[in-house]
């Protein structure tokens, strides 16, 4: 069997959706917009591209670890945001790198970043490629002399499983499904699970401060990480394997999120859960998404802790097919390797009930093995969860702008700047761009003093202004966002993309401090230029 | 009433020991030292001391804000180590600070930044005072012109409560107990309560990511931190009031912990708890301590997150009568505002049951008011928890030196870490030191990767000698933690006393990127000078 071929302008692999769900998609998407007939773009092939020479030439030392074949630069081009498929789309690859780069150990990384800063190419980290914010994009401007792509895709080994504190040495480059299927073989599991979880890394979701599989306590990877190994263009730093500590500000802290601009994460320690044995999921039906979240609110404040409490608006839920298109449903679950959970679930219901939450008795699936027996609706929504991201490929070669912005907020402050984000979304699709189009929403992760929801914004696009349009919505949008107290990311990271709101939302001198650490560990500022730190 | 008045020269009130406690310490001590007769030293009087004259001359305008006043300026010469005390029992207040400054706004401080930045004095900040590690003391070399201590007392004010989040605005030099009491008007706390809680300040828990109240989860206070406002010799910065975020290395990290070397913190806002309604709390006794550590391990990975989970070793449950001197005790604990625990408290004794843990069914005790109903042996623990550093003082007195060290380790590594810790400290006060003594250990915070231990040495110090002897147990013990792969501290700080062995513990280059955003924010290096960076 011939191993399956990735896509080098989309999402995933050239046979992810099969022509039936293509053309369902299709349908849906011509019902909802009353188009009758699609002007439909297809993909891109890599003999229709224009790729721009190679800039650099390779010293002989580094032949064998690197590669100019046009697949690789072209795949290497960019991440996997709507901004990047339409720019496949166009054929644009015009920041395509200059050379892709595959180390195979520590050593050959600090070989190639050497050779980045003696000839002052810009070294673009790349894990998964998955970035949505424009993450691993060389828009470099003139200042280097080309740009190198460093894919991490070879180091990507489970090195050590201490199964006493269970926890993991891993390497940076690795996939999610290769990770947990070693994990697996000592009853582990990293538990981690982001929607780009076949493709994406663990360094990467370090990297980016990238949100997970639990919808409370440990939402970020942020709290999986128990130790770093970062290699820097000033040498390697390596941080102590500690359960918890207190001396000084947290080095691995300084190193996560730092989005390839401080240094390569090669390796890391990280915390693991044992294999759920117990699961309880249920899904609640509220009237209205105010009710809804006041009952989330409650649930975050509860103590409880359940590892899925997702409450979709009725739109959103109804574009999953997981509710009747006037309610909100919010999907929750327990899980646990340790203890029955009926006691959980029951408090968490009564919760729910308190703020007119419904939900059929029936609906509640309780296992008691490592089954995937869930909940219909539950069930429904992880489906389409997961298929996303291909979906969202069909719609771009229709013209349907797809765009999300997610961010967090504290609840005392969440009615007005839902409100005024959704108002903000539409005015953008609407007013300001003259499109048909909608807006949902979702809340993904809560914690005691606030959600983190999640914005769905669909349009369709006028043939040919899709980015200018792109560009309009996610302007308003995110300045509603920050101008009402929110971030401008709470998982999906800063990136190119978020920058102007990321630099109006940090503090100024801290600004001034990671530009002082930038110039201690890269003094040549070869990393990821553009992101974070100018 | 005339207000109770703080002891100059060690812990709390001058009046906080009943003279029956005292006698009852001195006895104790005797039977355990076999000594017959007490070589008592009195406490220091202020006429007793020699105090250098102040060697910075105030301007007019800050001279409403600062005190030269003896007792002021002996109070705020050392924090609260055994180190401290000794050294005040020897009449030697050497490294006295030059002027004391009580700012009573932001303002003020500002001018008293600029002042001493103007000056080349040192600016100290002092909080509660109840440093353990020489964090607040003045030992600043020859480089500078003097010593400021600025004494945060009168930013003491609970600005603002979101009893939506669950969160408040609180300036950084507030007080424990008067937190509480106005957090309390609103059902709220942040149920935070290190061993200095009465004396201790938010702005310095913050400042040196101490460790509180819960075993599990909220271990140390960066969790409960949403937000802070800190004033650098460059500036203010204010960060974004956040529920979760993921827009690059997270600001508040790199503050929380800078122990006064990058900016002072004079507001947070910070994540609150419901009080408790209900409360389940046991002691369940093990053969060994090894047996004790098994379940506890057991307990932190079952996702019961109990709020109190304390190890005491036979010979730390025996001196805190909660023991029969041979047996470890676990101290356990959960609490709710939401659910009632039963299930949660039967769960975890299973846990302890499958390791040799025994309890009396007698011995549960819970509670459904916030009652403070505990079970006997936590509740004795409690008290003497709470009287620890007032018996501490009395045994200065009497020579006995009395030092801890907390640290953490993963699981795995926990059993030679912890026998590698006690030879260390056993052969320095025996064969080093050449002392009657002993080391206990209790393991105070848990965590799904590993614990938390906490040892406790008391020995009897030669007179004269006490320091050279501190200083022989302090150097074994903290080589042992850092050759065994500990940290040097868990939740004490770093501070002066723990340097030597911070700078093994920090990667190198993460030192000097410290170095970097020190430059940038304190570029006269004028913020307490020899805490955590040079």
Redesign the interface.
């Known amino acids: 069997m011939a191993p399956r071929k990735l896509k080098f302008w989309g999402w995933g692999y050239e046979d992810g959706l099969s022509p039936q769900v293509q053309k369902h998609v299709e349908f849906t998407m011509a019902e909802r917009f009353g188009v009758n007939q699609w002007e439909k773009t297809p993909p891109p092939t890599i003999e229709e591209i224009q790729l721009q020479p190679s800039r650099l030439s390779l010293p002989q030392s580094l032949q064998h670890l690197c590669s100019v074949d046009p697949f690789e630069r072209l795949s290497h081009t960019y991440g996997k945001s709507y901004r990047d498929v339409v720019r496949a789309f166009r054929r644009d690859f015009s920041n395509a790198p200059d050379i892709v780069a595959f180390p195979r150990t520590e050593g050959d990384l600090i070989n190639l970043l050497e050779w980045c800063d003696g000839i002052n190419a810009a070294a673009i980290i790349y894990g998964g490629g998955t970035s949505v914010v424009g993450g691993v994009e060389a828009s470099i401007g003139d200042h280097y002399s080309g740009a190198v792509s460093i894919d991490l895709k070879y180091l990507n080994q489970v090195l050590e499983v201490?199964?006493?504190?269970?926890?993991a040495r891993i390497q940076g480059g690795i996939r999610g499904p290769a990770m947990e299927s070693r994990l697996k073989e000592h009853g582990l599991s990293l538990r981690f699970y982001p929607q780009s979880f076949e493709f994406s890394t663990l360094g990467g979701w370090i990297a980016?401060?990238?949100?997970g599989h639990f919808a409370t306590?440990h939402?970020?990877i942020?709290d999986l990480v128990?130790s770093l190994r970062v290699i820097?263009p000033?040498?390697?730093?390596?941080?102590?394997?500690?359960?918890?500590?207190?001396?000084?500000?947290?080095?691995d802290?300084?190193?996560?999120?730092?989005?390839g601009t401080l240094g390569i994460i090669t390796e890391a320690w990280v915390?693991l859960q044992?294999r759920p044995i117990y699961r309880t999921s249920s899904s609640v039906i509220f009237p209205d998404f105010q009710s809804g979240v006041k009952a989330v609110?409650k649930l975050s404040?509860?103590?409880?802790?359940p590892s899925n409490c997702r409450l979709l608006d009725a739109g959103e839920a109804s574009d999953a097919g997981a509710g009747d298109g006037k309610s909100a449903v919010l999907m929750l679950g327990f899980e646990?390797?340790?203890?029955l959970l009926d006691?959980w679930m029951l408090?968490a219901l009564e919760c729910c009930r308190e703020y007119g939450g419904t939900y059929s008795q029936d609906a509640i699936k309780t296992s008691q093995k490592d089954s995937t027996a869930r909940a219909g609706a539950v069930e429904t929504w992880r489906n389409s969860f997961i298929q996303a991201p291909y979906l969202r490929d069909v719609m771009v070669g229709l013209g349907v702008i797809v765009e999300t912005f997610e961010t967090?907020?504290?609840?005392?402050q969440f009615e007005e700047f839902h409100n005024g984000v959704m108002e903000a979304a539409q005015n953008a699709i609407r007013e300001i761009s003259g499109l048909n189009g909608w807006v949902t929403c979702r809340i993904t992760?809560v914690?005691?003093?606030?959600?983190?929801p999640y914005y769905t914004v669909k349009a369709l696009g006028k043939r040919g202004s899709e980015l200018e349009q792109w560009d309009e919505i996610k302007s308003a949008v995110s300045e509603a966002i920050i101008r009402l107290?929110?971030?401008?990311?709470?998982?999906?990271?800063?990136g190119r993309d978020?920058r102007p709101w990321?630099d109006q939302?940090?503090?100024?001198?801290?600004a001034?401090?990671?530009?002082?650490?930038k110039?201690?560990?890269d003094p040549n500022y070869i990393l990821n230029p553009g992101v974070?730190i100018d």
């Open positions: 201490d199964d006493i504190s269970r926890a980016t401060r990238a949100g306590l939402t970020h942020d128990e820097t000033k040498g390697a730093v390596e941080t102590r394997r500690l359960p918890g500590s207190g001396a000084g500000p947290s080095p802290r300084l190193f996560i999120g730092s989005e915390r044992e609110r404040q509860s103590g409880l802790y646990s390797h340790d203890h006691i408090r967090a907020i504290t609840w005392n992760h914690y005691p003093d606030g959600p983190a107290g929110g971030t401008i990311t709470h998982h999906h990271a800063v978020h990321y939302q940090r503090p100024q001198l801290y001034s401090a990671l530009q002082s650490v110039k201690t560990l974070l």
